[in-house]
């Protein structure tokens, strides 16, 4: 699949994200494996729990939500606690802070110790460059409803030869999040259950649509249109909560005395949009503005142009150059 | 809810059917327990499938597919090899034969043996009456996409108390099928994790033209259609492949010159129609007539004058009585 920049067969499972996580560490792993895992937001964290829940051990490094891993820090971590790891989990955009990993370079160091890489790649699909086989990545898990422009509900996974391999002896147990059958069954083109039809259907056509506009140009996009968002909210003297801000969405520290809770609430009830808050522990301490998937350059100034608004009157701002930021980074509007 | 006649929460997951059973063994089953399952088709089967995936005792009781089970047999065998069983499985109605089982008499005979029943319900849901706290059903299991009437992708899980407490102990793995995690969430109006939206608010309006329709009403059009269905076959000379069939589907006998495959090729190719084969190891040894779900009387009127089209055409019949037969079901078309 292109969007993977895979050989291999990627597949899809009816469930949502959190079950291809779950698909991912059930067949990979086996019981006494210990689980190395990246934690610096919800997904991060989400990992870990996934892994115990499947009785695995897990070693986790953990940093402060916002924040990145470098590559050398993740090599001094697998040289030290994750030593025992044969598996680690990198959230490649974290989709609670809107930090991006450096997946490529993480991936270098990880398989140089010996180890396979499980990549959360929900909000980095057709977001960010992937490149499954040349980098080496073991395992790949998306959902439909980000970079893919679908509604929630399929989760798309893909194995090297190498974690195929693993699954072979994986003892955890799996039915229908069970990778072997559904490897067999596309080979038929088939599924081992009933799928999400729709979803299905509707995927072809997402594919089409990158395709049509090209891989290039879709992240091309993405980039133009998260500068924009930066630029605009640092212009309006906000900061940005991520270090090293993905490209599928911007994160946006709240000031101290005041609640994130407000700007999602009136620019919903004001200009019928919805962007996110913080999740718990950052409820109110952050707000999210998605742009990934399918958006084209109007939603993004209409977007920057509502948060302007809602900014002065909320008086969390007093002053305002966001027209000419966005025009920097867009051009001129109707251009 | 209305259509499982119960006060308890009735959980929504994203998952297909087979994602529901599975949530249901993995919640309520723990290491060790032994599973008793009513095995005569693919459904039955897939059960102990499911509960051997996760590592449990499985005792199964097989009959020839097609063929339902008495609450008589049920208590025979639950005396004998199911004794030592704490839970018991039944397929309301066995998509893969069309038959029905007496779900609410093998659950008394069950229960007064100590046993708690999980109901596969998928293609009796909104079909036949359930009655989920009278009848004492521990867990029943259904899909969105039968008598829901919505595309494939949202699966139903309610659970009795004495599951719930059972839940509490259980120590198989699982994550995203984690019930009590759902069941947390949903008392906040919430999920866990993201729900697959589209079907949830489409679960909403199915609801809802249930509710206008009348439940009662439902049942008498799925017993009138299935009634019309079983009648026309007949009276084409066709055999009926279940014993017990259900109002969900009527499955036909092939006979054993004939390759029922031609028939749901004959009616897609010539009639834009869409009717189900066997499935392994049935295939062309019975086709399927769905009729669960949205159906007016006019699609049952139209399906079965093509059914019978094609069966003269492919002459496994030389006569025809399926108008009168279908005007004594349906009353005179256009009525």
């Given amino acids: 699949m292109r969007v993977f920049n895979t050989r291999l067969p990627v597949l899809a499972l009816c469930a949502g994200g959190t079950g291809g996580m779950e698909a991912a560490i059930c067949n990979i792993a ?16 989400r990992w870990g729990k996934v892994a115990r829940a499947y009785g695995l051990k897990v070693v986790e490094y953990t940093k402060r939500w916002g924040e990145s891993f470098s590559p050398e820090e993740v090599a001094e971590f697998l040289d030290h606690d994750g030593a025992e790891a044969s598996l680690l989990v990198v959230t ?56 893919l422009m679908l509604p929630p509900g399929l989760a798309l996974v893909a194995l090297s030869e190498a974690a195929w391999d693993r699954a072979k002896r994986s003892d955890l147990p799996k039915f229908s999040y069970n990778l072997t059958l559904a490897k067999d069954s596309l080979a038929k083109n088939s599924t081992p259950f009933t799928p999400p039809v729709p979803l299905v259907l509707a995927l072809e056509e997402s594919l089409r649509l990158i395709e049509d506009e090209g891989l290039e140009a879709v992240f091309a996009r993405h980039a133009r249109h998260a500068r924009a968002c930066r630029n605009a909210v640092t212009g ?100």
């Fill in 30 to 45: 086996s019981s006494g494996d210990t689980v190395a895992v990246l934690n610096a937001g919800k997904f991060g964290e």
């Fill in 92 to 147: 490649h955009s974290e989709t609670s802070t809107g930090a991006l990993n450096d997946l490529e370079g993480i991936t270098r160091i990880a398989r140089e110790r010996g180890k396979l890489v499980i990549a959360d790649v929900v909000t980095s699909l057709a977001v960010h460059p992937i490149e499954f086989d040349a980098w080496g990545l073991a395992a790949a898990v998306a959902g439909s409803q980000k970079g």
């Fill in 236 to 335: 309006l003297g906000l900061e940005l909560f991520a270090d090293h801000p993905s490209n599928g969405l911007t994160a946006v520290r709240v000031p101290e005395d005041r609640d994130g809770a407000e700007v999602v609430a009136h620019l919903r009830e004001r200009h019928a949009m919805r962007i996110a808050g913080g999740q718990a522990p950052m409820a109110g301490r952050l707000f999210r503005l998605g742009h990934m998937g399918h958006y084209r350059d109007g939603d993004i100034r209409d977007l920057l142009a509502a948060l302007d608004e809602v900014l002065l009157e909320l008086a969390w701002v007093d002053h305002s150059k966001t027209r000419e930021i966005v025009e920097a980074a867009l051009g001129p509007a109707g251009s």
